[in-house]
T-cell receptor, first 111, second 114 residues
Framework: GQQLNQSPQSMFIQEGEDVSMNCTSSSIFNTWLWYKQEPGEGPVLLIALYKAGELTSNGRLTAQFGITRKDSFLNISASIPSDVGIYFCAGPPSSNYKLTFGKGTLLTVNP | GAGVSQSPSNKVTEKGKDVELRCDPISGHTALYWYRQSLGQGLEFLIYFQGNSAPDKSGLPSDRFSAERTGGSVSTLTIQRTQQEDSAVYLC????????????FGSGTQLSVL
């Protein structure tokens, strides 16, 4: 089956620092999605990428769809305590509706 | 409703008992998914419903797991003869359908099998 490798598994940072996490796949993806999950809640979509090379921002978040269509990264600038949570990359492989999820990056922000 | 609603939010059961988990998707969403999330893991696809089409059950881990969707809306995930390894958070999501469309998730049901 499809596999998404997400790194790092966890990050401990100080408030105000920038954060970067990435995801690579073993096959081509047509869409890359980045979700955030807070404790006791379901994942919430942060950014969606639909085109190779696309760079999209949502406030302090920036994500890019890799040119090879097999990778994506998410950057968070000037982190704040409420950024704490688990960040998942996800995507449907080519011509497939089933979202495959990475194992997540647990982000902890120390005030 | 305003979002995807799941019930119960927590379920504790004894090994060997059957459980039913309910999902009420966003009104108008034709696609409905069930995922399972074990501690520290990503989301594992279980089953997908799209409109009146036959569901994709390829992710169900065993024949103890089944799901139905009545009237194209509410869905029930049933686990028969529960085992301890079934303990996980079961997440339901819905979407407007189509490739790459945004999934909206419920808060999940935390299932604990003792």
């Amino acid at each position: 089956g499809q596999q998404l490798n997400q790194s790092p598994q966890s990050m401990f940072i100080q408030e105000g620092e920038d954060v970067s996490m990435n995801c690579t796949s073993s096959s081509i993806f047509n869409t890359w999605l980045w979700y955030k999950q807070e404790p006791g809640e379901g994942p919430v979509l942060l950014i969606a990428l639909y085109k190779a090379g696309e760079l999209t921002s949502n406030g302090r978040l920036t994500a890019q769809f890799g040119i090879t269509r097999k990778d994506s990264f998410l950057n968070i600038s000037a982190s704040i305590p409420s950024d704490v949570g688990i960040y998942f990359c996800a995507g449907p492989p080519s011509s497939n509706y089933k979202l495959t999820f990475g194992k997540g990056t647990l982000l902890t922000v120390n005030p | 409703g305003a979002g995807v609603s799941q019930s119960p939010s927590n379920k504790v059961t004894e090994k060997g008992k059957d459980v039913e988990l309910r999902c009420d998707p966003i009104s108008g969403h034709t696609a409905l998914y069930w995922y399972r999330q074990s501690l520290g893991q990503g989301l594992e696809f279980l089953i997908y419903f799209q409109g009146n089409s036959a569901p994709d059950k390829s992710g169900l881990p065993s024949d103890r797991f089944s799901a139905e969707r009545t009237g194209g809306s509410v869905s029930t995930l049933t686990i028969q003869r529960t085992q301890q390894e079934d303990s996980a958070v079961y997440l339901c999501a819905s979407s407007l359908g189509g490739l790459g469309t945004e999934l909206f998730f419920g808060s999940g049901t935390q299932l604990s099998v003792l």
